[in-house]
């Protein structure tokens, strides 16, 4: 008997920054979502870590698929804030964590947590995004 394993995780949205950085999507169900990166030097500070900016990208990327994964794939979502608390540096590989924690019907309130390659968290974020209607994506 063989275990059969299930398909990968699809991205619910086309973003052009998430592929240009590298993101991979790990997870992705019931408000959850994982999301990795491996590190590159050209994504790091002067000091060689994983650059805020890029760590607020993968942030974003985590808390908005979380959000996507309880909508219709057609729905909008745009993200009106955010709060990053950074707590250590990012070294290395990174993955971030990302959940809903309050389902409204137009405004989602998700948290995200984001881990080095050694473990260690390096970053604790909330935000809460709004849900837009289909008409917004509309292409003629």
């Known amino acids: 008997m063989t275990a059969k394993s299930s398909p990968a995780p699809q991205w619910r949205s086309t973003v052009p920054l998430y592929i ?14 994982q999301v990795r990166l491996s590190f590159q030097p050209h994504l790091g500070n002067s000091r060689g870590e994983v650059h805020g ?3 607020a990208a993968i942030i974003d990327a985590a808390m908005s698929q ?4 309880l909508i219709e794939l057609e729905m909008g979502v745009a993200t009106m804030t955010m709060t990053l608390n950074f707590l250590a540096p990012a070294k290395g590989e990174i993955i971030c ?8 019907r137009s405004v989602m309130f998700t948290e995200a947590e984001v881990y080095g390659e050694d473990g260690a968290l390096a970053c604790k974020a ?7 209607p289909k008409t917004v994506y509309d292409k003629k």
Do not use: P, Q
């Open 126 to 132: 909330s935000a809460n995004y709004r849900i837009l």
């Open 53 to 55: 900016g890029t760590v």
């Open 66 to 69: 979380a959000v996507r994964s």
């Open 20 to 33: 240009h950085l590298g993101f991979h999507l790990d997870s992705l169900e019931d408000g959850r979502s």
């Open 97 to 104: 964590k990302g959940s809903v924690v309050k389902r409204g």
